[in-house]
């Protein structure tokens, strides 16, 4: 995830405080170790919802909040997703969808708007992470990738000069509140029964990057869950780390949250 302005905001902030920067942790004691193995495996078995499930209608919405040291948390992009077309034929299904961004640059939301027609192949395997849909990696699960998937963790270690370490792997299911603009929807957004929460599962780990100060450490929070539509359902991301900027080393969180979504119908009207 990218950083943005703020940050100069935030040494502004910082000078009225009379310097609110706190010299960076060498602390090399980062908890419990966990293997790369032991992570991939727990994203592999995150619940999941199979993408040939999709249908038009089908529709997601999501907020990206930032967080900077003692800054204001602020929203610093708008994401939709609409799946508006489904064709099929005996090897694959073909979706369009529609993205709408709303992104913050230089202090104002920028819109953009694009369309694009993905393929999934029928016959591949889905009970693994949902964003392993064919050993090809098709454009549709390009366009779906984050890093807080297995792929993304095997291509960070490889790229490293110096192995990542990972710590303080925790699993556990939680009841997960149902957004509000779901609960609002007279369908509940395809929720059958409504219900003031989703079922879910959390993980959280920790990545440290080696560097010759010390260790870099990024921690990850990914909520998922298989009682939504497909789009929605990793619910909640987080990353949570430090970058320098003039000598010192700045907190910086971003989440990505599902704030609305709804389940397609295969008599849906939309073209």
């Known amino acids: 995830m990218k950083f943005l302005t703020a940050i100069s905001r ?39 919802v199979d993408p040939l499930t999709i249908h038009p209608g089908e529709f997601a919405y999501w907020t990206t ?8 948390q602020q929203i610093i992009l708008q994401k939709a997703i609409t799946v508006t077309q489904r064709k099929e034929d005996h090897q694959y299904v073909y979706l369009t969808l529609v993205t709408e961004l709303r992104e913050l640059v230089a202090g104002e939301f920028k819109p953009s708007k694009n369309e694009q027609e993905f393929r999934i192949l029928k ?34 270690a490889r790229s490293q000069t110096s192995q990542p370490s990972y710590f303080n792997l925790k699993v556990r299911k939680l009841l997960y509140p149902t957004p509000t603009l779901v609960r609002q929807r007279p369908n509940c957004g395809g929720l059958s029964p409504c219900q003031d929460t989703i079922e879910a ?22 909520i998922y869950s298989n009682q939504v539509p497909y789009l929605a359902n990793r619910l909640k991301i987080c990353i949570e780390s430090k970058i320098d900027y003039q000598g010192n080393r700045i907190k910086i969180q971003q989440c990505e949250e599902v704030e609305d979504f709804n389940k397609g119908s295969q008599n849906s009207n939309l073209h």
């Open 123 to 156: 016959e591949a395997k889905t009970t693994s992470h949902p964003l392993e849909i064919d050993n090809e990696w098709s454009p549709f699960t390009q366009y779906f990738q984050t890093t807080f998937s297995p792929l993304w963790l095997q291509k960070s």
């Open 10 to 48: 935030f040494f502004l902030f910082c000078s009225i405080l009379n310097s609110c920067l706190q010299p960076p942790d060498f602390k090399q004691d980062f908890g419990e170790p966990s293997s790369l193995s032991e992570i991939e495996d727990a994203l592999k078995k995150a619940p999941s």
């Open 201 to 222: 599962q959390e993980i959280r780990f920790d990545q440290v990057r080696w560097e010759s100060r010390g260790g870099d450490k990024t921690s990850f929070q990914i």
């Open 65 to 72: 909040h930032q967080k900077i040291e003692r800054l204001s």
